[in-house]
């Protein structure tokens, strides 16, 4: 259960570190859609983000689950 929270808190850390990558605003190249906020991004590209936290926190939690034995070992 604890590797469970741990890659929970690793995912969601690694999202939101790769949220803003890559990311153009409407209001950079005048593509404002009607109805939106000309900061909005064009091609927030999540699926891709998502796919990049999960490969982020399953490394995290793979680590974790090396080093926090090895300490409470000791």
Known sequence: MSGLVVFTIAWWICFFTVLPIGV??????????????EAAPKHPMIG????????GAV??????AVVVPRLLAQ
């Open 59 to 64: 490394v995290i939690t793979a680590i974790a």
């Open 48 to 55: 891709k983000k998502a796919l990049w936290a999960t490969i």
């Open 24 to 37: 153009q605003g409407q209001w950079e190249d005048g593509s404002t859609a009607d109805g939106t906020e």
